[in-house]
């Protein structure tokens, strides 16, 4: 027995953590059959159906999804007479039980499938948090770190037409050496969070493909088609009929097919969010997506969208519905959170402190609203740790990969708040560089950290060394509520050491809707408002800013904020309260933006 054991073990472990097959993207546009909906579960704890009593990995775990055969057999455990769980969704609002659980839940999901001869099928997840193994009939797929990005395996050789049971363990507990790392300022939501898909496919498939704007012009549209396969010399063809684009071009020994095609679109902007229908003929297959073309880049202290400066009238939010508690997901969902920030009359989102979900960016494109796109690697990770590295560069690597041909996203950010250490640096330096040689058509950031000038106290710097390899320089600053009373704005200099576009990517205050008090009342809307319009004439002194992102959309779910009645495990620096109710606050950046919209930089 114990042998046979070993051999499986063996086998399983031979797949290392974090083993998936490499993204497959443009999911809304592809051949899915959806396995969102009710799935079983099982709350483990204490991780029974995955190690045995020595705490060693069992062959027997529930990834088996074992039925008793006959009256005599003990199994201790049975999916289909448990719980279940909406999938997608966080089991922290569906369960009260569930609202701080942090640990193991085993999903079931069955399944039948009927799989066209010749075709290939994956199975696609949007995202799961945290650590997740993966089962298919007993057989383990794979496994992956990190709550925000989508992964996907191929499952041709282990489906069968009927009676399939994918088993899903998925952990949300929060680890030292994760990304995120322990404390956040956002709640632990845990699941299979986002949609989960099957994906039908012809032998040889598209995988992959990058259609953009060369940079600088307006009239080369450039990119690259990837087959799954290292296939040399097939053709492939794209059309925009828009453009009376027609060209086929050949896949090099890596099975790629890069492109340059002459073209004049109509640019992309938030005034005219302008997309276009591109279509990917191989074979006989034609997979679409609706584009946009623009260009992004800096030049000194401006970004230039489409040449011309644009100043970032921007906000940042959450994945988050309020309101239901939970996290969000779905088009209308989007379209709840990006309604919002167009009332405020943004141009420009940034997502934070993760990759939100793929309807958010592809509702910016249609919306027309412009993309701070970010990965947790949030306040004091292990800069030291290599699996910590590879986790961050993995999921860097996943949020591009599916997000490269939104025309809304701008900006790449690697992360939030790190402290300014030698391992720290280096650590960010090459996610910087890995997020260049990804995709070199868009804009690095970090949201950083404002550094006193010790002779001037009033002088407040941003000089952070990583702002060197960064293309737009990010600061948050909370002048007039962490730091001082609103007036304190009055006397602020701000001072960068860079000749680079400069935007501060959070200011707020805290105020419960309807709570209400003077000016100075901490925790008032009239605090918040206070503090808004304080801030607003600070920024308006400020010669070479870009744009601002104040914290936040709405009110979020936080275990950091504990004081009773005032926040009782929200951060309330909302302009939209929990209810969905709209701050004083919220008028105060409403009517700035609306003086400013128009007025390029
Ligand atoms: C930080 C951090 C946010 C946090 C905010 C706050 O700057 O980036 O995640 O929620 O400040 O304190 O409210």
């Known amino acids: 027995m114990k042998s046979t054991f070993i051999v499986l073990l063996l086998c399983q472990i031979s797949i290392a953590f974090g083993q998936t097959d490499p993204l497959i993207t443009d999911i809304p546009n592809r051949h899915t059959t959806s396995l969102n909906g009710k799935w079983k579960i099982i709350i483990d704890p204490y991780e029974i159906g995955f190690f045995d009593y020595r705490y060693e990995e069992s062959p027997w775990g529930f990834f088996q999804n074992q039925k008793p055969v006959d009256k005599t057999d003990r199994v201790e455990y049975d999916f289909d007479t448990s719980d279940s769980l909406n999938v997608p969704g966080d089991w922290n609002s569906q369960r009260p039980e569930l609202l701080y659980y942090e640990g193991t839940v085993w999903y079931k999901k069955s399944f039948n499938c009927k799989l066209k001869p010749g075709h290939r099928l994956f199975l696609w997840l949007g995202a799961v948090n945290y650590k997740t193994y993966l089962y298919l009939n007993g057989k383990r797929l794979g496994s992956h770190e990190g709550g925000f990005t989508p992964f996907n395996f191929e499952i041709t050789n282990l489906v069968k037409e009927k009676d399939n049971f994918l088993v899903v363990k998925v952990d949300n507990k929060r680890i030292r050496e994760g990304v995120p790392t322990l404390n956040t300022d956002w709640w632990n939501y845990g699941g299979i969070t986002r949609d989960v898909e099957l994906i039908d496919v012809s032998a040889d498939f598209i995988s992959d493909f990058f259609v953009h704007l060369r940079n600088g012009t307006s009239n080369i549209i450039e990119g690259w088609i990837k087959l799954d396969k290292k296939l040399l010399g097939r053709r492939i063809s794209i059309t925009i009929p828009e453009l009376t684009i027609s060209s086929s071009f050949s896949t090099d020994t890596s099975g790629v097919a890069s492109f340059s095609l002459k073209g004049s679109p109509v640019l992309w902007s938030p005034e005219n969010p302008k997309l276009y229908s591109v279509f990917l003929i191989y074979n006989k297959d034609t997979l679409k997506d609706k584009i946009g073309f623009r260009s992004i880049e800096t030049k000194g202290g401006e970004i230039l969208l489409n040449g011309k400066p644009v ?6 939010m959450h994945e988050e519905i309020p309101m239901r508690r939970s996290r969000a997901n779905g088009p209308e969902d989007a379209k709840l959170l990006l309604g919002w920030a167009k009332e405020l009359n943004c141009n420009f989102v940034r997502l934070a402190h993760y990759p939100h979900n793929e309807y958010v960016t592809r509702m910016a494109d249609s919306l027309g609203l412009l993309v701070w796109s ?9 800069w ?15 949020n591009i990969t599916r997000d490269k041909n939104r025309a809304s996203v701008i900006i790449w950010s690697i992360g939030n708040e790190t402290p300014v250490t030698e391992s720290r640096l280096e650590f960010m330096r090459n996610l910087a560089l890995k997020a260049r040689q990804l995709d070199n058509s868009r804009l690095i950031s970090a949201a950083l950290e404002v550094h006193h000038d010790q002779k001037n106290e009033n002088e407040y710097w941003v000089n952070d060394p990583l702002g060197e390899y960064l293309d737009v320089i990010a600061c948050n600053e909370y002048v007039g509520w962490y730091d001082g009373l609103p007036m304190k704005c009055d006397n602020i200099t701000w001072k960068t050491s860079y000749n680079k576009p400069f935007i501060f990517s959070e200011l707020g205050a805290e105020a419960p809707y309807g709570n209400h008090g003077d000016n100075l009342t901490r925790w008032s809307e009239e605090y918040q408002e206070y503090f808004y319009k304080q801030q607003i004439k600070m920024l308006k002194k400020i010669p070479f800013l870009s744009g601002t992102t104040p914290w936040i959309l709405a009110d979020f779910r936080s275990p950091r904020r504990l004081l009773p009645v005032i926040q009782d495990g929200w951060n309330k620096k909302g302009l939209v309260s929990e209810k969905g109710q709209k701050k004083k606050a919220f008028f105060v950046l409403r009517d700035w933006y609306k003086e400013i919209e128009g007025k390029g930089k």
């Open 374 to 382: 970010e990965i947790p690697v949030y306040w004091t990770i292990q």
């Open 311 to 316: 100043y970032l009238r921007g906000i940042c």
């Open 384 to 398: 030291e740790n290599q699996g910590t590295y590879n986790n961050a560069e993995q999921q860097l690597t996943e």
